[in-house]
Nanobody, 124 residues
Framework: QVQLVESGGGLVEAGGSLRLSCVASGLTFSNYNMAWFRQAPGKERTIVAT????????YYSDSVKGRFTISRDNAKNTVYLQMNSLKPEDTAVYYC?????????????????WGQGTQVTVSS
């Protein structure tokens, strides 16, 4: 049974930082490309960042580029999202996702497994 469990969300003031973690179990973590998505109330789920199996290639949405950093530790089956200079518009539920194939990486439809999400709230 595959599980992705996110943690690290919370309430932070604008300009602050948070670090999200996602621990995977029930799969061979190093075989999966990983991503973080987010979904604000009443809006679609959108890509935040992705990282390939080896960690050698990353992708960021324009809205977070330069502020967020995705990384992974294959020995710990964990993917991270370091979020700096947070803005109120970053408020959303953040989801971890895993995909075997690195295609259509910005589309939620490409991902095989999902976590339950962690809430991030940025106050102004």
């Amino acid at each position: 049974q595959v599980q992705l469990v996110e943690s690290g969300g919370g309430l932070v003031e604008a300009g602050g930082s948070l670090r999200l973690s996602c621990v995977a179990s029930g799969l061979t973590f190093s075989n999966y490309n990983m991503a973080w998505f987010r979904q604000a109330p009443g809006k679609e789920r959108t890509i935040v960042a992705t990282i390939r199996r080896s960690g050698g290639f990353t992708y960021y949405s324009d809205s977070v580029k330069g502020r967020f950093t995705i990384s992974r530790d294959n020995a710990k089956n964990t993917v991270y999202l370091q979020m700096n200079s947070l803005k109120p518009e970053d408020t959303a539920v953040y989801y971890c996702a895993a995909a075997r194939e690195y295609v259509r990486i910005t589309s939620p439809d490409n991902y095989d497994y999902w976590g339950q999400g962690t809430q991030v709230t940025v106050s102004s």
